[in-house]
């Protein structure tokens, strides 16, 4: 379905160029106005990928906090929105998944920036390879008090509830949310906040997936096991605090590159 169909049914390219699919995969860029570096990093990034990329896959956490589509300026967050909308423009296919930060943006984000909005997880298929996709907190089954919160603020209950205070409350409750969950993070071991490798396993025969790619753990690695006789893949995008991080897809080939 979602295999680079545009470059496919290019027959003037198809000419000239083997069928090779080039895709990018990153997550964990939490960009806020307060870290600039990461900022800058994601923009000068994005203006590159345009020549190269067919798909960009954004598989959560682009953003520290999001606090409904209406509050990107608030955030300070146009120029980002400015510059996935110029890669789109010039070719690039970009795709967003959203993270435990970031789940509340929408359709709006969407048509400003030209950007495919998926569920999570997700499986593309590339050359026959079943590549699923996931921000990753939700493999995170150990970590019980995240996955009750994560329970209750994707509830369109509470979604709805939250859109419907003022830009300048739910900015005030953003920052007290953000301040819990560093507090409650301090407390938790590195073991307890990683994926758990049961629900990677039953996530993957779920999907009859060969590959799954993800973030959240901010512990970038490939790794590898073996599961109903088959070998799986696993690989962790990095964070962008103070350098790039991205998974690169060619020819059959997955690079992780931070
Ligand atoms: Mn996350």
Redesign the pocket.
Known sequence: MMSGSRWYNNPLRLACHPVTVTIAFI??LHLTPDRPVSTRLFEDFIADAGHFLNQLYIL??LFEYWIGDDGAELLGHESVEAAIRKTVENGTEVFFLH???DFLVGKFFAERTGCVLLPDPVVIEPDQTRILLT???ALCTDDVEHQEARREMLSSKWKMAFLRKTLDQRYQTAGTLRQQSEKSKQSKSMEIMDVNQQAVEALMQDHDADIMIH???HNPAAHEFTLDGKLKRRFVLGDWYTQKSAIFYNDGKLVLRR
Do not use: A
Request: hydrophobic share 0%.
């Open positions: 997550s964990d959560g956490d993270g435990n930060r921000h990753g907190d973030g959240h753990t």
